[in-house]
């Protein structure tokens, strides 16, 4: 594939000085995770052909590229509206369509809840657990998103918030298996990293929760 990605990275840190949220321009790099993921999806993409698809923190796109080139009908999503077009433009040129986008919070998930209605078969999520403060939103809005019985596509590199995140969602009855991916990375210093990328199902007779506390935009 090939991904346009921002050159002047020094440019947005001093931008997400600003930011409300205090969260780093960490769309502006292509993660191996996402290309785990991509990867994942590229080998067995009767999971999401026609399938409608979310996908969560989309970056620049990589992951949301490899889910309409095996035909899913995909929402990709993000805090960042930069990332949104370059996810919009990489998908483009590597899918040959763009994916629908959302501009979201997910630590204020009214947008998202409301996108879900009954909610996806399919919701795909690359290296969005690296903050601890984001375990417990994540937790919830996979409730909200993911439909009974659905997937949820997650890849990620190790990091202690994934670590918590799975080991709560086993508890809150998701089931899967992680098959584990050891590159090769196109940045030389992503050698050591190894992902896991994870198929978790969502109970098919769970009820979806209540509503959510934090739930204003
Ligand atoms: C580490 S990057 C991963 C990007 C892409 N999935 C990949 O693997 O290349 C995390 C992504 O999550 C997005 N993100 C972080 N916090 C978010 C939030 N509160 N709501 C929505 N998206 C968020 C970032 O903007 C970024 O695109």
New binding site residues.
Partial sequence: MSIVRPDDIDRLLDGAAADP?Q?LP??AE??P??IALAASIARAPDLVRNARCLE?????G??AAAALRAGADLLA????PE?LALCRHNCLVNAGRAPRTLH????RPTRLRTAAGQGFPVVLA???L?ERRDVEPLLALVDWLVAPGGLLWLAEPGRPPAAAFLEAATERGWRGAFEEVAGPWPDPNDREVIVRVHRLRRGASRSRPGPLQSSVD
């Fill in positions: 949220e969260n960490y769309w292509l993660w995770s996402g969560l923190g989309c970056g620049l990589v992951t999503t993000d805090y960042a990332a979201v919070n997910w630590r690359a290296d969005v690296y």
